[in-house]
């Protein structure tokens, strides 16, 4: 079974260009999450989504990022303009109906590079 | 606030020995428990996690964990470790009222030794 999907695994790209990251999720999945790891902070939730819609955007750093899921099998987390401080690696997760809380399934991640 | 503190950074033990991974963490009601292994350059898989009822859970891979409220832990063991579990590990709390805004440990990366 497809887990779920990422895209790109790495970007590198300038700062100030814009950066778009984007996620499939398990076909079947209703919950969706954006985490960041950085060594730094850990890791990090970004913003979760259920049923298509935004539930809690409370951990998006600042106004340059925004995230989307116009339908159930598809995602994307926008970063722009991009800082070096962005650099991170940009997990999705998703988990199904009825999961017990927490209960996630990970992407392989994105690694982002902002030079 | 909820937290998380994984207090060893890097343990290194011998394959075959036994493994206790340390977690301690600060929540008011009764938590929702995680352990979550990340091997390099993938994504991060649930091993196991605590609810309620019984304090020693079993997970997958042969890891188990055991919640202790007066301690505030919630360990992971594992009784003879082989060179596949070198990878970091992560301690998370969840809150009850939200399904996966998890607070996660800074990691403990775990190397076996041949």
């Known amino acids: 079974d497809a887990g779920v999907i990422q895209s790109p695994r790495h970007e590198v790209t300038e700062m100030g260009q814009e950066v778009t990251l984007r996620c499939k999720p398990i076909?079947?999945?209703?919950?969706l999450f954006w985490y960041r790891q950085t060594m730094m902070r850990g890791l990090e939730l970004l913003i979760y989504?259920?049923?298509?819609?935004?539930?809690?955007d409370s951990g998006m750093p600042e106004d340059r990022f925004s995230a989307k899921m116009p339908n159930a099998s598809f995602s994307t987390l926008k970063i722009q303009p991009s800082e070096p401080r962005d650099s991170a690696v940009y997990f999705c997760?998703?988990?199904?109906?009825?999961?017990?809380?927490?209960?996630?399934?990970f992407g392989e991640g994105s690694r982002l590079t902002v030079l | 606030a909820q937290s998380v503190t994984q207090p060893d950074i890097h343990i290194t033990v011998s394959e075959g020995a036994s493994l206790e991974l340390r977690c301690n963490y600060s929540?008011?009601?009764?938590?929702?428990l995680f352990w979550y292994v990340q091997s390099p350059g993938q994504g991060l898989q649930l091993l196991l996690k605590?609810?309620?009822?019984?304090?020693l859970v079993q997970g997958i891979k042969g890891f188990e964990a055991e919640f202790k409220r007066s301690q505030s832990s919630f360990n992971l063991r594992k009784p003879s470790v082989h060179w596949s579990d070198a990878a970091e590990y992560f301690c998370?709390?969840?809150?009850?009222?939200?399904?996966?805004?998890?607070?996660f440990g800074q990691g403990t990366t775990l190397q076996v030794k041949p």
């Open positions: 997760a998703s988990s199904p109906p009825l999961a017990g809380p927490g209960e996630l399934f």
């Open positions: 605590y609810f309620s009822g019984d304090t």
């Open positions: 929540y008011g009601a009764t938590p929702y």
């Open positions: 076909s079947g999945h209703n919950s």
């Open positions: 989504f259920n049923n298509n819609v935004p539930i809690d």
């Open positions: 998370a709390v969840g809150d009850s009222g939200n399904t996966g805004k998890l607070i």
